[in-house]
Structures are given as C-alpha cells and as structure tokens.
C-alpha cells in the first residue's frame, strides 16, 4: 500500500543531531539522561537548545533512573508504521512519565501480556541495541514485589 513508502523495509532508527547526541550516547552506555535547564532547573525531553519555560540555552544533562509509570499508551494490532513491525505484533507504544526527572518519554513497552498493561503502571528502562551506534531506551513492567511500599 502507498501509506509504506516512508517506511522502506526497516523500522526507521533515531539520527542523533546536535541538540540528541549526548542523550543517544548515554542510552550506548545504558544511561538515561534528560536536560535540565541551569537558569530556572526546568527538566525537558526531548533535546532541544532553549529551555521552554524560560528560554534560557543554558544546560546541563542529568542521569534519571528511569523507572516512571504509563500514563497513556496504545496496542497496536496490524503494522501501521511498517511491514518491518510484523513480526512484533501485537506491540505497545506508550508514554511514560519518569518519576525523577518529571519528564514524558514515548518509547515502546515490552510486555509479554498486552491485556495487563494499565495506566498508573510502573516500568522501568531497558535498553535494546537496534543498530552498531543506537541503544533504544524501552520499557518493562516493574513487579509489584519490587516497588516499595507495595506488596
Ligand atoms: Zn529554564
């Protein structure tokens, strides 16, 4: 179907530009780190040269744990980004709201029971080599034995 030509084949991979290669660095070690603004410590994601609150260039990157919960995601069913996603199905992409830094992160889920995902579930980052020089930051479920505070 013509809705494929943008996605010959592959699934399409990050190019880390000027304001992401630190952040594509970081996930090669198995580190997330988000941009926090010196002038007023707003943190941001994705990348971006100016902070949005107060416009500031100043910057500094900061480690975040990268365990957050889901705050909204989808399950997908058929390919719709791409034949490439077919062996996948069905696949979870999801937005995740990291607890330290605050931040919203869009990535994909691995989860081997898409039924039991839920909004307010807490996950926590995976790494996955999708090339020579890209680590994908992703994300699992966290068991409940392994969230403080719950059973
Ligand atoms: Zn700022």
Not at 96 to 113: E, Y
């Amino acid at each position: 179907m013509d809705m494929w030509k943008c996605h010959a084949g592959q699934k399409q991979l990050p190019v880390p530009d000027e304001d992401s290669l630190v952040f594509w660095e970081a996930c090669r070690r198995q580190r997330l780190v988000v941009q926090q603004c010196v002038a007023c410590q707003h943190y941001r994601f994705p990348p971006s040269p100016l902070c949005p609150a107060c416009l500031s260039p100043r910057l500094a990157w900061r480690e975040d744990p990268g365990r957050g919960e889901v705050e909204t995601f989808c399950v997908y069913h058929s390919e719709l980004a791409g034949p490439a996603w077919q062996p996948d199905l069905p696949y979870v992409v999801a937005v995740i709201r990291l607890w330290h830094t605050g931040v919203q992160m869009l990535s994909q889920l691995r989860c081997t029971d898409p039924g039991a995902i839920a909004i307010g579930m807490v996950v926590q980052v995976r790494f996955e080599p999708a090339s020579e020089q890209i680590m994908l930051p992703k994300f699992v479920p966290v068991a409940a034995s392994q969230i403080p505070g719950q059973a």
